[in-house]
């Protein structure tokens, strides 16, 4: 979809550039049409070659005997976050893979045409400061539309680079498909880290959680206490909670309140957890 989106745009510029060397050349005004074609064809070169290159992503191998690199990445902007099940190779790709250009290897564009096409560029941009104040006040505007329509294509391909990136990391490096990635929509935050500690299941959960809710007040401390002791247990039976691990003799009714809520989000991702796993088998 992403690709037919700019293949659609990518006539807009063109077009533009077209009609106004021809716009210009029937008014008859050499300077502009020179200014503009020369544009035209500087960028062009320069498109050829980089579209000719090879897109490569590299990554750190892993290492041998390495154990699953399960991880998880924290949206702050979005209060959320997404829980990778994998190999180590899988999170290096994620957290140190980068993506490469290689210069084309064909005999009649070598890598040293990119320095060329880096000094017609800069050429060109001299050679239409020179020409266009000469030209006429029309062939100037047309010169100022065709450079708006570049702009703007070029704005918009800026605004898509992240979704073309990550469909080629996830298509095409990492081979996922749709049934691959899950999504878990939680009522709150606290169902959301108890959800990730429970596909996690890392051997120090407190410190995870301290990292997904930061929080020191005497409930939460409870509450944490309370949670991190049951996913400890060994064997691990579940997370039940009842009056006595929110009726703590100190606190005050409101505070029984807020810690009774915390370990009914508790439970609901537990639930939520429960029947994922059995789907999964």
């Not at 007040?217 to 949670?227: I, M, Y």
Request: hydrophobic share 45%; aromatic share 10%; with cysteine.
């Amino acid at each position: 979809m992403l690709k037919d989106k700019r293949v659609f745009l990518a006539i807009l510029p063109i077009t533009g550039s077209l009609s106004a060397i021809v716009y210009c050349a029937y008014i008859a005004d050499s300077y502009c049409y020179a200014s503009i074609a020369l544009g035209a064809i500087a960028n062009g070169l320069v498109c050829l070659q980089l579209g000719r290159g090879r897109l490569t992503f590299r990554h750190p191998a892993p290492r041998v005997g390495a154990p699953l690199g399960d991880g998880v990445f924290i949206q702050e902007a979005h209060a959320g976050v997404i829980v990778v099940r994998g190999s180590e190779g899988t999170m290096n790709s994620l957290t140190l893979g980068r993506f490469h250009l290689e210069p084309s290897k064909d005999p009649f564009m070598p890598r040293s045409m990119t320095g060329v096409c880096m000094a017609i560029l800069v050429a060109q941009c001299l050679i239409q400061l020179l020409l266009i104040p000469q030209g006429t006040l029309y062939g100037q505007c047309a010169f100022v539309a065709s450079l708006a329509l570049s702009w703007l294509y070029n704005h918009v391909l800026a605004l898509d680079k992240e979704d073309v990136l990550t469909d080629i990391l996830l298509g095409e490096v990492l081979h996922l498909q749709e049934q691959d990635v899950k999504r878990f929509l939680f009522r709150t935050q606290t169902s959301m880290a108890v959800f990730t500690l429970l596909s996690l299941q890392p051997p120090s959960p407190d410190k995870l959680l301290d990292a997904l809710l930061p929080n020191n007040t005497p409930v939460w401390q409870r509450w944490r206490e309370v949670l991190v002791g049951q996913l400890l247990a060994v064997p691990f039976e579940g997370l039940r909670f009842d009056k006595e691990h929110w009726e703590v003799p100190g606190f005050d009714n409101h505070s029984h309140e807020l810690l009774r809520d915390l370990f009914v989000d508790a439970e609901e991702a537990y639930n939520a957890w429960c029947k994922y796993s059995r789907k999964v088998a």
